[in-house]
């Protein structure tokens, strides 16, 4: 490997079109029903592995603060922060993939999480082109970029 190449080099995020047909009505054009999604850092992926053990934490240390007599309360809070015991770790960490790749349209965490509750398979699809995206590795000007497009 050439080192001296790699420092100097530039890079850009890799982008790509996800088609969302089943938003459609929520686009100007149904037509063009699709999120713009990129690849992340490394930074991001690791801030997306850790909102998995905080879901954990948080709802640990809440059930470790309020005694069993007051479980309904318990629940009232995990739900109100959205950490339901019952979230799978590979459903937090998709959330947040959503929430740092999709770059067409800022959308929050509350966002996403509705996304995937209501449109379950273009959440997939979307939190895949993003992981797929992040694994293939930022583009350098002039590399070809056959699995999207670059960043502008």
């Keep these: 490997?050439?080192?001296?190449?790699?420092k100097s080099?530039?890079?850009?995020?890799?982008?790509a079109p996800?088609?969302?047909?089943?938003?459609s009505a929520f686009f100007d054009d149904p037509a063009k029903a699709e999120?713009?999604?990129q690849g992340l850092t490394g930074e991001e992926v690791a801030r997306a592995r850790d909102r998995v053990s905080q879901n954990k934490s948080i709802k640990e240390i809440i059930e470790g603060v309020l005694s069993d007599k007051i479980s309904d309360k318990v629940q009232g809070i995990q739900q109100a922060l959205g950490i339901d015991k019952e979230v799978p770790s590979d459903?937090?960490?998709r959330i947040a993939l959503?929430?740092?790749?999709?770059?067409?349209?800022?959308?929050?965490?509350?966002d996403c999480v509705k996304?995937?509750?209501?449109c379950p398979v273009a959440f997939y699809a979307v939190t895949s082109k993003i992981l797929e995206l992040t694994g293939i590795g930022q583009?350098?000007?002039?590399e070809s970029n056959a699995s999207g497009t670059r960043s502008e």
């Design 35 to 37: 999120f713009i999604v």
């Design 115 to 118: 996304l995937a509750a209501v």
């Design 9 to 15: 080099a530039e890079f850009e995020r890799r982008t």
């Design 139 to 142: 583009v350098h000007p002039g």
């Design 98 to 110: 959503c929430e740092f790749g999709v770059v067409s349209v800022h959308l929050e965490q509350e």
């Design 91 to 93: 459903l937090v960490y």
């Design 1 to 6: 490997m050439d080192i001296k190449k790699f």
């Design 18 to 23: 996800v088609p969302v047909p089943g938003l």
